[in-house]
């Protein structure tokens, strides 16, 4: 009896700690006065702890706009490093608000962990490195290579279909992480790396020469990259959602972290909806009406985002490509504050 009375107190207590991360997170982020962001540590351009601890990158970013919607200030954000691809369990458990970023955007990450993604932050693509030795400058004229990829990746798959539907003959390479590929390529026993092209960008400006190595400009994916949340948290996800939205309609507007004092003046009734100027629409999110101008205050808009992290003002220089606004014939768009 006992025993069965220790088992059922294991139990109920078990139950009691998935009621506590199931409950209402924005009502658990005010109480606490916190963000809590879990955050993949060396993965440039996108999440990176200096050696003080200090965080920086595009992901990260996101996280700290959060912040700044829901308490006026960026800075509230306790970042968590979590290693691997695919890292839903400390979200499902409660011990973060966020995550940064876990995998890229499919139905089965939708419908089978219990967490949501929230938007597209970012676009990617799947893509292939070579050395300039090679003599290819695009993906059709691969002939007799050796490829190197992750075993049981996606990548792999997709890397496989591509070549046997462009009668590319080649040699597997495969190894059990992106590390092992890079070590492998750099001894010769490959001469092509396949990755998402963000990582090979970033491999190409730390571990190899830029003018030796070529990213081939075939895409053979586009995966679309995000925060996600728990399931059945609508308000947190809102407030998550329309964070990103404001920074994609601020940069629209021509709203950003230089101007966006002066823009209280603005005549235009969008500028004015989304700065708290006119309406209330932080109150529905259950955050100030100040929420987006405290944002773009706090991080500046999406382009400002991108261009110190990935873009024309950091090392990598990413081009937008598909992350550009749609207006300029990207796919970053976000719905109207109205």
Not at 6 to 18: C, D, F, K, N
Not at 63 to 68: F, G, L, N, P
Not at 267 to 291: E, H, M, Q, S, Y
């Amino acid at each position: 009896m006992n025993g069965l009375r220790t088992i059922l107190a294991g139990l109920l207590t078990a139950l009691v700690l998935v009621s506590s991360a199931q409950a209402d997170t924005l009502d658990n982020v005010l109480e606490t006065g916190i963000v809590r962001c879990g955050a993949a540590e060396g993965h440039r351009g996108f999440s990176e702890k200096s050696a003080d601890g200090f965080w920086k990158g595009f992901d990260v970013d996101i996280c700290r706009a959060v912040s700044a919607a829901v308490f006026g200030v960026a800075n509230r954000v306790d970042f968590t490093e979590y290693p691997g691809p695919n890292r839903v369990a400390p979200l499902q458990s409660g011990e973060v608000d966020i995550m940064a970023r876990s995998a890229y955007w499919t139905m089965s990450r939708d419908t089978q962990f219990g967490v949501q993604n929230v938007v597209a932050t970012y676009f990617d693509g799947q893509a292939l490195l070579v050395p300039e030795t090679l003599g290819v400058v695009s993906a059709i004229q691969l002939q007799d290579v050796t490829v190197c990829a992750v075993r049981g990746s996606i990548e792999q798959d997709r890397v496989e279909r591509y070549l046997f539907g462009q009668q590319i003959a080649y040699q597997e390479a495969y190894y059990e992480a992106f590390d092992d590929l890079v070590v492998a390529y750099k001894a010769g026993l490959c001469n092509v790396i396949t990755a998402p092209a963000s990582e090979l960008q970033a491999l190409l400006d730390k571990d190899l020469s830029a003018s030796e190595n070529r990213i081939l400009p075939e895409r053979l994916s586009l995966d679309a990259w995000g925060p996600i949340v728990r399931n059945n948290d609508d308000r947190w996800q809102n407030v998550v959602r329309w964070t990103i939205f404001a920074l994609i309609n601020a940069e629209e507007l021509g709203i950003s972290s230089q101007n966006v004092d002066t823009m209280t003046e603005s005549k235009n009734p969008k500028v004015r909806r989304l700065l708290g100027l006119d309406g209330k629409f932080g109150a529905p999110l259950g955050i100030p009406d100040t929420w987006a101008r405290d944002i773009i205050r706090g991080v500046g808009n999406y382009g400002e985002i991108y261009g110190r992290n990935l873009g024309r003002d950091s090392d990598l220089a990413l081009a937008r490509g598909k992350n550009e606004l749609w207006t300029r014939g990207g796919l970053m768009y976000a719905p109207p504050v109205r």
